[in-house]
């Protein structure tokens, strides 16, 4: 989950080690952090009712241009066979021919997932410590664009993280105007 913990990783004994970086759009980051969520009611967790923390937008963008660099030193160390960048906006357009594209790096067989359709996940408990609490959701479960960001977040935090993370926008296929 964190490039920082992945740079360990090659020097831990006998590991068959692949890097996946998930990128996500940092504005839609910096949105996401601005807003306080909590499970849906009815949902049974341990983490029922629980409330993430917000963070301002320049954190959000600071940290996002961080953590991408530092991914960055990691892929460039290991073989291009073993490494993919793959976007947000592309797994949850394409879920399936995402997933083919990792098992294809991975050398997996096209085993069956738990796809109910082209872009739902029939989501099974799992044990997981920090995130989103979205993440501890299961049952059938859609794959979905979430770029409410593009028209809610204010023009000010969309700045400034526009502003922050426009270095790296482009490397990763994003637009500085939001596009």
Known sequence: ???????????????????????????????????????PSG????????????????RSARQWVQRQLVAELILKRHPRRRRMVLRYEDLVADPQGSVD?????????????????????DM??????GGNPSRVRTGPTPLRLDDEWRTEMPPKARATATIITAPLLRRYGYHVDGR
């Open 1 to 39: 989950k964190s490039a920082a913990m992945a740079a360990f990783l090659p020097g831990v004994g006998d590991i068959d080690l692949f890097f996946v970086n998930l990128v996500r759009d940092p504005r839609a980051i910096a949105y996401s952090q601005m807003r306080t969520k909590s499970l």
């Open 43 to 58: 949902q049974t967790s341990a983490l029922s009712g629980a409330l993430t923390q917000t963070y301002p937008p320049h």
């Open 101 to 121: 594209r990792l098992r294809l790096m991975l050398g997996l067989s096209a085993e069956p997932l738990p796809f109910i359709d082209a872009d739902t996940l």
């Open 124 to 129: 099974t408990p799992t044990h997981t410590v």
